[in-house]
Each structure stands twice: as structure tokens, then as C-alpha cells.
């Protein structure tokens, strides 16, 4: 998996490109919250599912249905007073769908762990895609602040960090250029 903090860095990017005209703390914070909450599925080893399992990591979290489910979720708690199928509804619906895919997104382009099950509960498979520059986080917060954890994000500041600040810093050129 990729970084908690890389996580995060994709999909405050994706909330602020949007540039939805809504409270910008509370968005970012659930945008943030839909790219991290995929990696909860790490609890269930200590109940005995192993990692090939639907419901083990990478699995049903990571899946196109539950970011599907989550988005729907998000956008229907924390946005009751949105039209659902007004413009700014839909528009709520896929930043949250396109935060939490970010997460299987990201993780697919890792070097290691046994890929994503983009495609659970229809079928059990994993994937990877081809291009794999992302080192692979360690699992806990112990192993992560350690050499190898400062390395993975030695990593993503390259290939999440530069990409999303460039997009960042393009997106609000190209508004700002706008407003004149």
C-alpha cells in the first residue's frame, strides 16, 4: 500500500481541484477520510481472514463497489440538504467516488503485497497494473517510522508528491488567471 500520507495528498487534491464552493476543511477532511479508510481492512487478520480473503486487505475495501457505497454514504450524511441529483450532488458523489478509488489506484501501482481486488464481490482476483514506481508501505504505525518507512516516503514525494503539487499549484494559476 501506499503511504497514509500519500493517500491523503491524492485526495486533498482531488477535493481542491474540484474547487466545490462548500466549506473547504470540512470536504478536505472527508475526501481524506474516503482515501484512507480502505487500509482499515488491515484489523481483519487479527480475526483470521487471511490476505487472499474478500474481506482481507486489499480486498472488498479496495473494491469499485465499496467506493461506490462509501461515496454514496458520505455524500448522503454529510450532505442531506444537497439535491442528490442536483449538479453540486453529483458533483459531491464523484469527488468522494474518485477519493476512495484513489486509494486501490494508488496501491495497485506498488511494488509489493499480492495486488487489488478491484472487481470483489464478483470475483476474488488481485491486481497490479504494469507500471509499479510505488514502494510498498509498511503495515503499522511501529514499522513505519523506521528507515524503510523514511524511504517509502522518499518515494512518494516523487511520484505523489510532485504530480499532485504540480496539479495543485496549475489549478490554482489557471482559476486565478480566470478571475482577471
Known amino acids: 500500500m501506499a503511504s497514509i500520507f500519500g493517500h491523503a495528498l491524492a485526495a486533498y487534491t482531488i477535493g481542491r481541484v474540484a474547487n466545490v464552493k462548500l466549506h473547504p476543511v470540512k470536504l478536505s477532511l472527508l475526501v481524506i477520510f474516503c482515501a484512507v479508510i480502505p487500509d482499515a481492512d488491515v484489523i481483519m487478520f487479527n480475526f483470521g481472514y487471511p490476505y487472499m480473503h474478500p474481506l482481507g486487505h486489499r480486498g472488498f475495501t479496495h473494491s469499485i463497489v465499496f467506493a461506490f457505497i462509501l461515496a454514496f454514504l458520505i455524500r448522503a450524511i ?31 501501482c506498488t511494488n509489493g503485497g499480492k495486488g487489488v481486488g478491484f472487481f470483489i464481490p464478483f470475483e476474488n482476483s488481485r491486481y ?53
Open 78 to 108: 454529510f450532505y442531506r440538504k444537497v439535491h442528490y441529483f442536483s449538479k453540486l450532488g453529483m458533483v459531491l458523489f464523484v469527488i468522494f467516488l474518485l477519493s476512495t478509488l484513489s486509494h486501490s489506484l494508488l496501491d495497485a
Open 128 to 180: 497490479f497494473f504494469p507500471w509499479r514506481p510505488i514502494a510498498v508501505s509498511p503495515i503499522g504505525a511501529g514499522k513505519f517510522f523506521s528507515e524503510r518507512g523514511l524511504r517509502v516516503l522518499q518515494n512518494e514525494a516523487v511520484y505523489i508528491g510532485i504530480p499532485t503539487i504540480s496539479m495543485l499549484l496549475l489549478n490554482y494559476f489557471l482559476r486565478k488567471r480566470l478571475k482577471k
